[in-house]
């Protein structure tokens, strides 16, 4: 799973998996130089376990502020129903993490589908109901932990947060396991 993010993050950013030997590139040097070079900032904001979603969509906030993630209870193995994974926010200005729930519509792929709303106060992540096991998105306002439940489950929220696009999410681990 690391080593997957590493490469989409480098991919991303332009460095790409496969490397010239240094005889064919002489300006080759490590990722992190390259980094440097092009005057990019690389800055640990979480740790132990913490995804985002998926390389199209952002985890920051509409005004930037915050950053929102999931981090699973593992990912090194499929998980099993009810396992709860929590959705964490990242306040850019003060660097402090805050879970502000618990999800068990998650997966090691993509998380729980975790991306913004309009606002800020719009947080859209997925969540599965233990007791009918019927899945869900939920639209959450951090800062006030006000929250409401949709009848459908998220897949991908439009740019305006106005649009939700959903899918079945108990029955796409037949199709697609991850």
């Not at 959705?87 to 589908?113: F, P």
């Amino acid at each position: 799973m690391k080593a997957i993010f590493r490469f989409f993050l480098f991919f991303l950013l332009g460095i790409g998996a496969a490397k010239k030997p240094a005889a064919q590139n002489p300006v080759s040097v490590n990722s992190s130089q390259k980094i440097a070079a092009r005057g990019i900032t690389i800055k640990q904001v979480s740790n132990g376990r913490v995804i985002h979603r998926f390389f199209d969509t952002s985890p920051l906030s509409p005004s930037g502020r915050y950053l929102a993630l999931l981090r699973m209870p593992y990912e090194n193995k499929t998980p099993v129903p009810g396992d709860a994974a929590e959705v964490v926010l990242v306040d850019r200005r003060s660097g402090k993490e805050k879970v502000v729930a618990t999800t068990r519509g998650w997966e090691v792929q993509m998380g729980a589908h975790v991306q913004w709303g309009a606002s800020d106060k719009e947080l859209l992540f997925n969540d599965v109901d233990t007791v009918t096991w019927k899945a869900f998105c939920v639209v959450l306002d951090p800062a006030t932990g006000r929250h409401r439940k949709l009848e459908g489950t998220l897949f991908m929220a439009s740019n305006d947060g106005k649009k939700i696009a959903s899918y079945n999410l108990i029955g796409s681990r037949y199709a697609h396991q991850g």
